[in-house]
C-alpha cells in the first residue's frame, strides 16, 4: 500500500513523514503538482493526499488528473484556507475526504486510515461482483426454490469469515459445490481447496494423509510426505463425511483446531499452519454425539456456521431448471444437438422422488442424452426404476390395484348388474357399490344391453 503526499511546504512533507513513521503503508513524496501527475500515472499508487495552493499546477488539479487515471484511487485534500463551500465542491468533484491545516498525528492517520479500509472495501466489491458474474455465467449452483435462494444469498457473507462451517445434506444434494462456492467468494480464494473424503479412508491412512508424515514414521514411509492440512496452508480444507472420522483422528483434529498447529507422524516438531475448515455429513452429528461416535468439543469448534442442504424431492420446481442445465452441458459433451425435454418427459421428472438427489438427476440426464435419437428427450427416453415406499403405501397401493381389477371384472361378467355382480363376489350390495364409488367405475361401461 503506497500513499503519495503532495505539498509544496517542505516542512509540511516532513511532518506528515513523521506523523506516518510505524504504519502499515509506504509514504512517497511530490513537491509539486506536475511531479504528483507523473508518479500517479506509472501506477503504482493508492491513495493520495494533495495540497490544493500549490504553483503551476494546484490540488485540484491533481484530483481531476487522479479522477482520470483510475476513480477508485482516494484522494484526500489539504488547505488552510479552508471553507464549507470548498468542502463540498472538492468532496463534489469525487475527493474521498477534506482536511483542513494546521495537521495533527491523530487526524491525519485516521483520515488515510479511513481511506484505505474504503480502497480495500471498494477492492473487495468488485473482486465479489467479478467472482458473482463468473459464478451466474458458470451456473454453478443452479435453483429457484425458496430454500436455494435464501441459502444461495448467505454463501457470501459466509465466505467473508474464517469461521468452521458444516455442510449437511444427504449424498448427492451438492455438499462439496457449496463447500467450493464458500472458497470462491472468500479471501482465500487465489489459495488451495484441499477436499479430503474421510469416509473413503481407514484411521490409520487418514491421519497420514491429513497431517503428513517423516520418513521411517511406519513401514512404506520412504520419504517426508506433506499432509493435505499443510497443502491447504492459506486456503480451505474441505473435509467431506466428517461424521465418519473415527475417534483417535478426531483427537488429533480437535488439537489442529484449537492450536493451529499440526505435527507430522514421526516428528517432534509442529508446524504452524492459517487453514479454514469447511465439513460435509449426511448424519446427524448430535445424533452421533449422544451415541457416542463423535466428540461434542469437536462438534462445537467444526459447526459454528450449520448449512442445511434440502433433498431434491422437497424442493421439486428446481427440477426443471436442473435438469435442462444438464441437459445443455452433456449435449455439448457429446456433440449431440438435442433442444429441450419435452413437458411429459419434464413431468415424469418432477414425478420421481431422486433419492440419489441432484447426482441421480445428473446421471439420468446423461442418460437420456445418449440415448436420444431425436432432437427433443421424449417420455419413453425417461426410464425411471420403481420406487419403494413404506410398507403401509406399498400395501395400499397393491391392494387398491387388485379391488379394482377385481370390481371391473366381477361387473364384466355380471354384465354391469350391480346386485349379481356382489353376490358373486360375495360381497353385500352396498359394500361393492361403495368400492365402485371409491375407484370411479361406472356399471354402464359393463352393460352389455347398452353397449351392444
Avoid at 18 to 47: H, L, P, T, W
Avoid at 328 to 356: C, M, T
Wanted: aromatic share 8%; hydrophobic share 40%.
Amino acid at each position: 500500500m503506497r500513499v503519495l503526499v503532495v505539498d509544496d511546504d517542505p516542512n509540511t512533507r516532513y511532518l506528515i513523514e513523521v506523523f506516518c513513521r510505524g504504519e502499515d503503508y509506504e509514504m512517497q513524496m511530490a513537491s509539486n503538482g506536475k511531479e504528483a501527475i507523473e508518479i500517479i500515472q506509472q501506477g503504482n499508487i493508492n491513495v493520495v493526499v494533495t495540497d490544493i495552493r500549490m504553483p503551476e499546477i494546484s490540488g485540484e488539479a491533481v484530483l481531476d488528473a487522479v479522477q482520470k487515471f483510475n476513480p477508485e484511487i482516494p484522494v484526500i485534500i489539504m488547505t488552510s484556507y479552508g471553507t464549507i463551500e470548498d468542502a463540498v465542491r472538492f468532496l463534489q468533484a469525487g475527493a474521498h475526504d477534506y482536511i483542513t491545516k494546521p495537521l495533527t498525528r491523530e487526524a491525519f492517520c485516521l483520515r488515510i486510515r479511513r481511506a484505505v479500509e474504503k480502497l480495500h472495501m471498494s477492492q473487495e466489491i468488485t473482486r465479489l461482483k467479478t467472482s458473482l458474474k463468473v459464478y451466474t455465467d458458470r451456473d454453478h449452483i443452479v435453483g429457484n426454490s425458496r430454500s436455494m435462494q435464501t441459502l444461495i444469498n448467505k454463501l457470501p457473507s459466509i465466505a467473508q469469515t474464517d469461521a468452521s462451517v458444516v455442510i449437511y445434506g444427504e449424498s448427492g444434494t451438492g455438499k462439496e459445490l457449496i463447500a467450493r462456492t464458500i472458497h470462491y467468494f472468500s479471501r482465500r480464494a487465489s489459495r488451495p481447496f484441499v477436499p479430503v473424503n474421510c469416509g473413503a479412508l481407514p484411521e490409520n491412512l487418514l491421519e497420514s494423509e491429513l497431517f503428513g508424515y517423516k520418513r521411517g514414521a511406519f513401514t512404506d514411509a520412504h520419504a517426508d510426505t506433506r499432509g493435505l492440512v499443510e497443502e491447504a496452508n492459506t486456503g480451505t480444507l474441505f473435509l467431506d463425511e466428517v461424521g465418519e472420522v473415527s475417534p483417535k483422528v478426531q483427537v488429533k483434529l480437535l488439537r489442529f483446531l484449537q492450536e493451529k498447529e499440526v505435527k507430522p507422524l514421526g516428528s517432534t516438531k509442529t508446524i504452524r499452519m492459517d487453514v479454514r475448515i469447511v465439513s460435509a455429513t449426511n448424519r446427524d452429528l448430535l445424533e452421533a454425539i449422544k451415541d457416542g461416535m463423535f466428540r461434542e468439543d469437536l462438534y462445537y469448534r467444526l459447526n459454528i456456521v450449520p448449512i442445511f442442504i434440502p433433498p431434491l424431492r422437497e424442493r421439486k420446481e428446481d427440477i426443471p431448471l436442473l435438469a435442462n442445465h444438464f441437459l445443455r452441458k452433456f449435449s455439448q459433451e457429446y456433440n449431440k444437438d438435442i433442444k429441450k425435454i419435452s413437458p411429459l418427459a419434464l413431468q415424469r421428472l418432477v414425478g420421481h422422488d431422486w433419492p440419489g438427489n441432484i447426482r441421480e438427476l445428473e446421471n439420468k440426464i446423461q442418460q437420456c442424452v445418449v440415448v436420444a435419437t431425436k432432437d427433443v428427450i421424449q417420455p419413453e427416453d425417461v426410464e425411471l426404476p420403481r420406487e419403494l415406499h413404506t410398507f403401509k403405501k406399498e400395501k395400499q397401493k397393491i391392494v387398491g390395484e387388485f379391488e379394482r381389477n377385481y370390481i371391473t371384472q366381477m361387473l364384466m361378467l355380471n354384465g354391469g348388474n350391480i346386485t349379481r355382480a356382489a353376490k358373486s363376489a360375495g360381497i353385500d350390495r352396498k359394500n361393492f357399490w361403495q368400492l365402485m364409488k371409491k375407484y370411479e367405475i361406472d356399471a354402464k361401461d359393463y352393460d352389455k344391453s347398452v353397449n351392444s
